[in-house]
């Protein structure tokens, strides 16, 4: 089966109560590219997957020019960032045949600028490897709140099924919210919360199969 992977038209967020947020009114306020790179071993098992998140153009311009500001480091911004994700998962869940994987604590995270956005990228090693060929691998990359919205990029490739064997194949399926449940979000103003179960409704699901 060939699996063909489809775009969604922005219209999200993810709160991470890390460091800034906008005077926007309505959810989402910020925007987060989303690249996801799942590796393989040498047995065709998923071993893990380094992420990276783009930041959108205004929330960049405010984490530069507080660093700026305040002297503060892009180091102490990336641990600032990497402890408040760790809370929520990194901000992805992975499940097969509806149980949650687990990931260890996020490795080799680097912080930089690209074409003046803030970028970020980590390593997370799954605890135990997942079995593509057993049954199909599902995940959400998802701020839980919905202040940021988490899709993956439209400029790729966003997803990459590194060393993985030439029968594997992604599907990415673009939410599907509601009018009602946009409308919700956008009622919402920045320093209100819908629950942390706004912002799965708003998130892409990406299954992986090996045939």
Not at 22 to 46: C, R, S, Y
Not at 177 to 191: E, F, T
Request: hydrophobic fraction near 40%.
């Amino acid at each position: 089966m060939s699996w063909s992977f489809t775009r969604h038209c922005r219209m999200a967020v993810l709160t991470m109560g890390m460091c800034f947020a906008t005077g926007t009114q309505a959810h989402p306020h910020n925007w987060i590219d989303v690249f996801a790179e799942w590796q393989f071993d040498t047995k065709g098992l998923i071993s893990g997957v380094k992420l990276r998140w783009l930041f959108d153009d205004y929330y960049s311009v405010l984490l530069i020019d507080d660093a700026a500001a305040t002297g503060e480091k892009f180091q102490a911004i990336l641990n600032k960032v990497m402890s408040n994700t760790a809370k929520h998962h990194y901000f992805i869940q992975v499940e097969q045949q509806g149980v949650k994987a687990k990931f260890g604590d996020a490795k080799q995270a680097r912080i930089g600028v690209q074409d003046h956005r803030i970028e970020i990228e980590f390593h997370l090693a799954l605890k135990a490897p997942l079995n593509p060929r057993q049954n199909d691998i599902a995940y959400w990359v998802v701020e839980p709140t919905y202040y940021f919205e988490m899709l993956h990029a439209e400029k790729g490739p966003a997803i990459v099924l590194k060393n993985a064997p030439s029968d594997c194949r992604y599907h990415l399926e673009p939410p599907k919210p509601g009018a009602a449940m946009i409308a919700y979000a956008a009622s919402l103003g920045v320093n209100e919360s819908g629950g942390d179960e706004l912002g799965i409704k708003f998130a892409e699901k990406v299954t992986i199969r090996c045939e």
